[in-house]
């Protein structure tokens, strides 16, 4: 398409600056068809960019390799340019906007220049749902117009729900790598050093500027910078929620379904748990949402979930037909790969795929690369932070109602981390607040190469620390706002704190996962339905021990174990949120939070004095 095709006169002025401004060689409009992304992914082919897969193996699939030093999320580059730093808050790096936008426009002062610039009219959420956001992307990459394609809704249809004057998140991009006369790419990724990559948020004027990086996160705008930095803020200021959720449909063997969402850190295996497959029989899992979910409420009160993405960009290595055979599925055709090895026979193999490398590789940087299992320290074939990028119509547990445009009513939230010790299988909170509370704890613990100094977990509230967009103690106020605002306490959402990687002291696993995951939903389903079995216990309600069926390999002492309320563990807990952490909000703490922690304390110490009411034995 081209830009006189599109009526809305403030879209096309914005595209004419931006052009005048970057002086790409030519501007395009995508109508969102397959043809078109056959096209532009044959660009990335004939610049050596993008590697065709094996039609036989994996259908109209491609290999990308991106340049070693752009191949994830660059945090310390990611920027929240509020207009006052105050408002940025302690997890987010600042720079005055002002400043910044002018940093940024001596960058991009040419930076198209030899490329094309893609117009990309995206839908976040179903096209023509209320509750949907419209994005625009303007970028020189190839690998961001494909990657857009399949995680989000672009072109015609929502050019036309744009309308003449609909409100759109304006989103630039540039890999930041103008091209001389008759230079090519020539099979480089392009990008710009570590010191020239910005990833800035502008949030009072709803703007994304992205220059120097061509990778996942950094480069497609919709996902974390739109979905989740932008959408958090005008969430706050619409009254909803922005999280960091994958959204799940879990039904019983009477063929009753029940929604839930989970916010895990990244690479706690959320992907995982979107597809799980039950082993207890009669249950059934399916996904509607493996990163992201928008929730608010609905017209009965309770609090609806929407998928806002349209595919998966999931982590690769790990990924087997043991570990996760829907997600292997989703990715046999149609997707892109990044960051993986490449077979003799051009298909795709990584660590953890579940059987040898087939002969001589290539590895992710281009190299020969030769299976040697006696070599322990043998440098991995693909990235640890190796994609696929795949529909997820592909997926084959994908939800009928995932694109449903009302979203789906929630029945539990879950939060968890890695935890090897302290923090129990599952735990549910009493209250909307004391899930507030649990979530503001969330955090995994770090090894003590890098343990940071007087605390070995590295907090990540509500799994969002590097995607919140505001500051994060305001972020604590609106769930609680959020939490307020419901018609009655009893539609709201209950909300539990799980944790699959707990740890003997010699560091075995005590719980299988994956699959087995299941027989906790189990229970946190019977929780909604009131019929679980619980026991009141100082840091919340918890299962009995013969709540959940033990999977095999789990002894009664092992679920002993792993639903034992750690009394001395959770006061060390305490003392690590009240002074090392919490202080980091300063005043913009809410009251309710720092009061749930003092209640925790209280019981805690309560039970360690033997007067507790409740089952802990310690
Ligand atoms: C992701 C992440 O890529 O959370 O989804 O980092
Ligand atoms: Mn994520």
Not at 201 to 212: L, Y
Request: include cysteine.
């Amino acid at each position: 398409m081209k830009v006189s095709d599109i009526k809305h006169p403030g879209l096309v002025a914005w595209i004419r600056e931006v052009s005048d401004y970057c002086t790409p060689d030519s501007v395009y409009v995508m109508d969102g068809s397959v043809d078109e992304y056959d096209a532009i992914m044959q660009k990335s082919v004939e610049n050596g960019i993008a590697i065709p897969l094996n039609p036989e193996k994996k259908p109209n699939s491609f290999l990308f390799r991106s340049d070693p030093s752009d191949v994830a999320r660059v945090e310390k580059r990611t920027f929240i340019a509020s207009a006052k730093q105050e408002d940025a808050g302690p997890t987010n790096n600042w720079i005055d906007p002002v400043e910044l936008k002018k940093t940024l426009k001596d960058l991009y002062r040419g930076c198209m220049k030899g490329r094309t610039m893609y117009v990309i009219v995206f839908s976040m959420g179903p096209v023509g749902s209320e509750f949907s956001k419209i994005g625009v992307e303007l970028t020189d990459s190839e690998y961001v117009a494909c990657n857009m394609f399949i995680m989000t809704r672009v072109g015609r249809k929502v050019i036309e729900e744009l309308g003449t004057d609909g409100f759109f998140i304006h989103c630039l991009h540039s890999v930041g790598k103008p091209l001389a006369d008759g230079e090519t790419d020539g099979g480089k990724w392009p990008c710009a050093p570590m010191e020239k990559k910005y990833i800035a948020h502008f949030p009072e004027t709803r703007e994304i500027w992205s220059f120097g990086s061509g990778y996942g996160g950094n480069a497609l705008l919709g996902k974390k910078c739109l979905a989740l930095r932008i959408a958090t803020v005008m969430a706050r200021d619409e009254g909803w929620l922005a999280e960091h959720m994958l959204i799940l449909k879990i039904t019983n063997p009477e063929g009753r379904s029940r929604y839930i969402t989970a916010a895990f850190p990244s690479a706690c295996g959320k992907t995982n748990l979107a597809m799980l497959i039950p082993t207890i029989p009669g249950w059934t899992v399916h996904t509607l949402s493996d990163d992201i979910a928008w929730l608010r409420y609905g017209k009965d009160g309770r609090l609806y979930a929407m998928s806002v993405e349209a595919g998966f960009f999931g982590v690769v290595p790990g990924t087997s037909m043991k570990s996760n055979p829907n997600a292997m599925l989703a990715a046999q055709k149609n997707t892109i790969y990044t960051n993986v090895a490449l077979t003799e026979d051009k298909d795709v193999w990584w660590e953890g795929i579940g059987y040898d490398a087939p002969g001589k590789l290539i590895d992710w940087q281009g190299n020969e690369w030769i299976q040697n299992k006696a070599d322990k320290d043998q440098k991995p074939s693909s990235h640890p932070n190796s994609r696929f990028t795949a529909p997820a119509s592909q997926c084959p547990c994908i939800s009928d109602d995932w694109e449903d445009p009302r979203g789906v009513p929630v029945s539990a939230i879950l939060f968890g981390g890695r935890r090897p010790s302290t923090i129990p299988l599952v735990h549910m909170a009493r209250s909307w607040t004391h899930g507030t509370f649990l979530g503001s704890i969330v955090g995994s613990e770090i090894t003590a190469a890098t343990l940071d100094a007087g605390s070995g977990i590295r907090r990540d509230p509500m799994a969002m620390k590097p995607f919140i967009g505001y500051n994060a103690g305001d972020y604590f106020n609106h769930w609680l706002k959020v939490g307020a605002a419901a018609k009655s306490q009893d539609l709201l959402p209950k909300i539990f704190y799980v944790n699959w990687f707990r740890k003997t002291p010699e560091g075995k696993w005590l719980w299988p996962g994956y699959g087995e995951n299941s027989r906790v939903l189990k229970w946190i389903f019977e929780c909604c339905d009131g019929v679980a079995k619980t026991v009141d216990t100082p840091i919340g309600i918890m299962p009995t021990v013969d709540a959940i069926d033990r999977p095999e390999g789990v002894s009664e002492e092992d679920m002993k174990e792993l639903l034992n309320v750690d009394v001395d563990g959770w006061l060390k807990e305490v003392d690590d949120i009240r002074n090392n952490y919490y202080p980091t909000f300063g005043d913009r703490l809410p009251r309710q939070l720092s009061e749930t922690l003092d209640e925790l304390e209280q019981r805690l110490k309560k039970a360690k004095a033997g007067k507790c009411c409740c089952c802990c034995k310690k």
